[in-house]
């Protein structure tokens, strides 16, 4: 059983910046952040390996923002750089315990609860 809590959100200008937190127990293979705003389906943001810390980003976010995570493996983090209007949405964060890949939502078995970033222009 994996458990996972974010932390992190809130109202930010365009342009500025946040980080969220996702505090992790239990094992997992790789942790991904997700976002999604109403009406539309759960959108892939980035992912890193558990094991080995290899990370992969949505285009849409490549260059700005940022996916790590701590020595003790026990949080993950969202450096959210540049941010926009469009990146405004509730970000999840989640875990995979088992080989697929990294930005299907559907291989992903743990999900948090979410945190609301919104982005004002």
């Known amino acids: 059983q994996v458990q996972l809590v974010e932390s992190g959100g809130g109202l930010v200008q365009a342009g500025g910046s946040l980080r969220l937190s996702c505090s992790v127990s239990?094992?997992?293979?790789?942790m991904g952040w997700f976002r999604q705003t109403p009406g539309k389906e759960r959108a892939f943001v980035a992912s890193?390996?558990?094991?080995?810390?290899?990370?992969y980003y949505a285009r849409s976010v490549e260059g700005r923002f940022t996916i790590s995570r701590n020595n003790a493996s026990t949080t993950v983090y969202l450096e959210m750089n540049r941010l926009k209007p469009d990146d405004t949405a509730v970000y999840y964060c989640?875990?995979?315990?088992?080989?697929?890949?990294?930005?299907?939502?559907?291989?992903?078995?743990?999900w948090g609860r979410g945190t609301q970033v919104t982005v004002s222009s």
């Open positions: 239990g094992f997992t293979y790789m």
């Open positions: 989640a875990a995979r315990t088992r080989v697929g890949r990294a930005d299907d939502k559907d291989d992903y078995d743990y």
């Open positions: 890193i390996g558990w094991i080995v810390p290899k990370t």
